[in-house]
């Protein structure tokens, strides 16, 4: 059984988040240099089963596109070529952000920490698959 693999992308640093074998659990995985994403997950599907990939779709409050979106779906184009097997679902992403930040804090994190943007990127990628797969049941 495969793991859920959901990606916080961003246009310099993307942050990687997987579920358990069981599907259970979202942890914060990684954050990559997005230049570097392609040949990361490259690697990672040959080291793990991933059964499915969830992707944050950036939108404004008013579901119009953010200065995001274009770069999202540049990759997410690249990526259903190089991976055409992998199922690939996009998942609103508002609000991950601040959603991160506010675990972050809740969970006592270091002002200096939480300041490290690789944190908060896999934080969000994070909220994201929790929230992807809280919507699937």
């Not at 914060?28 to 570097?36: F, K, Y």
């Not at 939480?114 to 934080?123: F, I, M, Q, T, Y």
């Amino acid at each position: 059984m495969g793991r859920i693999l959901a990606i916080d992308f961003g246009l310099k640093r993307t942050g990687l988040a997987v579920t358990d074998s069981l599907k259970i659990i979202a942890n914060g995985l990684e954050t990559v240099p997005t230049h570097t994403l392609i040949s990361y997950l490259e690697s990672y599907f040959k080291k793990e089963a991933v059964d499915e990939v969830v992707i944050g779709m950036p939108k404004n409050l008013d579901n119009s596109d953010t200065d995001s979106t274009a770069g999202v779906r540049i990759f997410i184009k690249s990526f259903k070529k190089k991976f055409p097997e992998v199922p690939l679902h996009e998942h609103d992403e508002r609000f991950t952000s601040k959603l991160a930040m506010q675990a972050m804090i809740a969970g006592g994190m270091s002002k200096k920490d939480r300041r490290e943007k690789g944190n908060v990127d896999r934080v969000s990628a994070t909220i994201i698959l929790q929230s992807y797969m809280e919507a699937m049941h």
